[in-house]
Nanobody, 121 residues
Framework: VQLVESGGGLVRPGVSLRLSCVASGFGDSTYCMTWWRQAPGKEREGVAGIDSDGSTSYPSRVKGRFTTSKDNARNTLYLQMDSLQPEDTAMYYC?????????????????WGQGTQVTVS
């Protein structure tokens, strides 16, 4: 199983960025897919989740600015981030969990990607 993120970079405040995560090795399994971020010196925090049926969830700190979606045919997960602010600067990770509830809980994650850096400055 492998998750590979891409799309990070250095952007100005107020602009948008879309991250991608290509998943491989899952076979016919269905997983809860989530996005996380971790800034230096801070704990990893969940920013979006999407379950096998396509239902999404977001914490209040990003709701209305971040949108996650997936293309099952391409085995790709996306995170659209709008109105980026300096406090959004972090390493962003995608993750997969065999969790029917699809919680933003790092303890239920089975697989992590290697991350992609987003810097807003």
């Amino acid at each position: 199983v492998q998750l590979v993120e891409s799309g990070g970079g250095l952007v100005r405040p107020g602009v948008s960025l879309r991250l991608s995560c290509v998943a491989s090795g899952f076979g016919d399994s269905t997983y809860c897919m989530t996005w996380w971020r971790q800034a230096p010196g801070k704990e990893r925090e969940g920013v979006a989740g999407i379950d096998s049926d396509g239902s999404t969830s977001y914490p209040s700190r990003v709701k209305g600015r971040f949108t996650t979606s997936k293309d099952n045919a391409r085995n790709t997960l996306y995170l659209q981030m709008d109105s980026l602010q300096p406090e959004d600067t972090a390493m962003y990770y995608c993750a997969a969990a065999d969790d029917l509830v699809c919680r933003l809980d790092p303890t239920v994650v089975n697989y992590w990607g290697q991350g992609t850096q987003v810097t807003v400055s």
